[in-house]
């Protein structure tokens, strides 16, 4: 694997894009590429990483353990996201783990390099900034629907935001694999629980399930009922 930041799908999607040929070539010869299988841990919770993942391709999932010591999953990456840059403004350990959901590939870009590029290139370190401020925004939207939505309403939810994001299979399956104890994990509830809301959802012909792929059948059904009808 020999990939040139300036083709890279982060470049384009993320604060990248934002730096010029003479950077994108620096970062090239720089950066460390990495190959990951499914389950295998990014970084864990408590570390020190010291630097930023730039996920070229493939899914993972954010999360921390809860007081009892189980996984609450705090949000799911795709290729083209960057992850980890948290710790490079508090200069403290990383919260949360990233964990790989399927065979994935990103490069690792030393602190000290984007450090030296946020001061050098205003337009990079507003990208990193709104980065942040993005994250900031669906912690929040995440904390809210925790609060005010019921448990079906939230797996609903979901669902729709699972499929905006992630896209579709060929077979018209969310492209996002999960077991259903992620999926309880993400919505703040018991997998019994879960397991349950899912087989309503099929029973009612809003969703089919094959294989761990959750297919939306009826949009406007699943939608209503994330708004609470």
Do not use: W
């Not at 010591?69 to 783990?97: A, C, H």
Request: glycine residues 8%; charged residues 30%; hydrophobic residues 35%.
């Amino acid at each position: 694997m020999d990939t040139k930041c300036k083709l890279c799908i982060v470049k384009k999607l993320g604060a990248l894009h934002q730096l010029n040929t003479e950077e994108l070539n620096h970062l090239s010869g720089v950066k460390q590429e990495l190959s990951y299988n499914k389950g295998d841990v990014i970084f864990s919770e408590g570390k020190t990483i010291g630097g930023v993942f730039c996920l070229q391709d493939g899914k993972c999932k954010v999360s921390r353990l809860n007081g009892n010591g189980k996984e609450q999953i705090v949000r799911f990456i795709k290729g083209g996201d960057l992850i980890g840059y948290r710790s490079l403004f508090n200069e403290e350990p990383v919260t949360l783990s990233a964990i790989a959901l399927e065979e994935m590939n990103a490069c690792y870009i030393p602190k000290e390099e984007i450090m030296h590029l946020i001061k050098s290139n205003n337009d990079f370190a507003m990208g990193m900034l709104q980065e942040v401020c993005n994250v900031l925004k669906t912690t929040n939207d995440s904390l809210a629907k925790m609060a005010q939505k019921s448990v079906k309403e939230r797996l609903a939810d979901t669902l729709i935001q699972m499929e905006d994001t992630f896209g579709k299979t060929a077979d018209g399956a969310i492209d996002l694999k999960l077991s259903r104890e992620e999926i309880a994990s993400y919505i703040g509830t018991a997998t019994e629980s879960a397991i349950r809301l899912i087989s309503e959802l099929k029973k009612e012909g809003v969703i089919s399930v094959k294989s761990k792929y959750i297919t939306i059948k009826d949009s406007d059904r699943l939608k209503h009922i994330a708004a609470g009808f």
